[in-house]
């Protein structure tokens, strides 16, 4: 499970330094509003004053996700790298991220080489009783997308179980790069995140990997009806109604998806595209999944015309034919709850209402 219940929602002028898709540093543009969610005011512009998703944690959740690992986790990356001579030789919280605690580790081994490295280990108690299998599922999503020759982290260990790590945990490689939210030239920034898509959605499902990739079902829909700000009642019914037509039959035809694609998860280098990180979500499914989303954050960052130029650059490269509107409004709508949607801005409504009128 990665923060797909605030990807996206309010996401504006942001530009974070990451490795591995984690924010090292972030500027004002982010997600977490100051506005109470009792106090819900409606479609707002978005505030350029913000703190960027992940950088305004409280202090348990500070505590828990930034805090050094246990002593545990850091003997299991050194001894995955390099038998019991190794040592870890610097370890560094990496800002950004609200699902599972992601630390940059260096280790050395017993020939002195340094490995740097990421480990991500899932230690939020709720997500792991709904998912408890989120390491082995991210390990199988690696395998699967390095062995294609897509730019992606290489698993270099798992504890699916948390036995040795004290917490089911991922290690991975670490890749160097920047995420980019708001390019100088947008259409070759529009154009590289469309080529990437083909080539994941390329990627053969196949082996003993492919058992823990699961199949596409929308995230939970929490909604409870249109919220009590909106003008447009009934823009939310209809979209409402359509994504539970969508969770109710999910297209059974599909092939590997990231599921949470967007610009905070491409690294980018020299221009080009040099790693897609935060594989946790991958599943099995319509690669239109990937667009939508990638289609809201980037109407959400951008603006819509952005959005349509996206989707316009992936059906020339894809040769994919018409795209539904429905996976816009699953985009949109699934597994956010009553208190997100108190926080969107006049954005977030509008990309809404232009799937809904597409139906």
């Not at 929602?9 to 898709?21: Q, T």
């Amino acid at each position: 499970m990665s923060d797909r219940r605030v990807q996206g929602k309010g996401y504006s002028a942001a530009r974070d330094r990451r490795i591995d898709g984690v924010a090292v540093t972030g500027v004002a543009g982010g997600q977490e509003s100051d506005m109470p969610p009792s106090e819900p005011a409606g479609p707002r512009e978005p505030d350029p004053l913000e703190p960027a998703h992940g950088h305004a944690l409280d202090p348990a959740d500070h505590r828990l996700l930034r805090g050094r690992p246990p002593a545990a986790a850091l003997r299991w990356c050194a001894t995955a790298v390099g038998g019991p001579r190794a040592a870890v030789t610097h370890v560094a919280a990496l800002a950004g991220g609200t699902s599972s605690a992601v630390h940059a580790v260096q280790v050395r081994d017993g020939r002195d080489r340094v490995h740097a490295l990421v480990l991500r280990r899932f230690v939020r108690a709720d997500w792991l009783a709904e998912e408890p299998d989120l390491a082995r599922h991210e390990a199988a999503a690696l395998e699967l997308a390095g062995s294609s020759g897509l730019p992606v982290p290489r698993l270099v260990a798992v504890d699916a179980d948390g036995a040795e790590a004290g917490a089911p945990a991922v290690l991975m490689t670490r890749l160097d790069g920047a995420v980019e939210w708001q390019p100088r030239e947008p259409e070759p920034f529009l154009r590289a995140l469309a080529e990437v898509l083909p080539r994941v959605h390329a990627v053969a499902v196949t082996g003993p990997a492919s058992a823990a990739i699961p199949g596409y079902a929308p995230y939970g829909l929490r909604l409870t009806g249109p919220p009590s700000w909106t003008r447009r009642p009934e823009v939310w019914e209809r979209a409402l109604a359509a994504f539970a037509a969508l969770a109710a039959a999910p297209p059974a035809a599909g092939g590997f998806i990231h599921r949470d694609y967007h610009p905070g998860n491409v690294l980018w280098a020299d221009g080009a595209v040099s790693g897609v990180v935060d594989w946790v979500n991958a599943s099995h499914g319509s690669p239109d999944a990937d667009v939508g989303h990638c289609r809201m954050n980037l109407a959400g960052a951008l603006g819509p015309d952005a959005a349509e130029r996206f989707l316009a650059l992936h059906r020339s490269v894809s040769g994919r034919g018409e795209y539904h509107p429905v996976w816009d409004i699953a985009a949109s709508l699934g597994g956010f709850e009553d208190e997100d949607v108190a926080r969107w801005s006049r954005a977030d409504e509008d990309f809404l209402a232009r799937a809904v009128a597409r139906l």
